[in-house]
Nanobody
Framework: QVQLVESGGGLVQAGGSLRLSCAAS????????MGWYRQAQGNYRELVAR???????KYAGSVKDRFTISRDNAKNTVYLQMNSLKPEDTAVYYC?????????????WGQGTQVTVSS
C-alpha cells in the first residue's frame, strides 16, 4: 500500500513563503514523477509543478519564477518551495506520485494540505 503524506501548509501573508513536503511510503517503490496540484474553492484541480526521476520539471505559468520543486529520491520525498505568495495561491495543495508497476504506472494522491495567503 502506497501512502503520500503532505506537510507544511498554513496561513501566510502575501509576499511570504511556505515550504511543502510530501513523503511517499510503501515497499519497493519505483517512483517516476512526483508533483503538486492545487484546487481552490469552486475550481478544478490544476497542476502546480511536477518533477520526473530524470530531472525534467514542468511548472504552471502562474507560479513559474516563484515556486521551486525538488525531490530527495533517497527519502521518496518531494518539496515545493513557494515564495512571493499571492492571495490567488490560496488552495488545497495535493501531492501526486506516479509509481512504476510492472510495465505500467499507477497514480497516487495525498490527502491535501491547506495553503491560505492573506492580503
Amino acid at each position: 500500500q502506497v501512502q503520500l503524506v503532505e506537510s507544511g501548509g498554513g496561513l501566510v501573508q502575501a509576499g511570504g513563503s511556505l515550504r511543502l513536503s510530501c513523503a511517499a511510503s510503501g515497499s519497493s517503490l519505483s517512483i517516476d514523477v512526483m508533483g503538486w496540484y492545487r484546487q481552490a474553492q469552486g475550481n478544478y484541480r490544476e497542476l502546480v509543478a511536477r518533477l520526473s526521476s530524470s530531472g525534467v520539471t514542468k511548472y504552471a505559468g502562474s507560479v513559474k519564477d516563484r515556486f521551486t520543486i525538488s525531490r530527495d529520491n533517497a527519502k521518496n520525498t518531494v518539496y515545493l518551495q513557494m515564495n512571493s505568495l499571492k492571495p490567488e495561491d490560496t488552495a488545497v495543495y495535493y501531492c501526486q506520485a506516479e509509481i512504476l508497476v510492472g510495465t505500467g504506472r499507477r497514480g497516487y494522491w495525498g490527502q491535501g494540505t491547506q495553503v491560505t495567503v492573506s492580503s
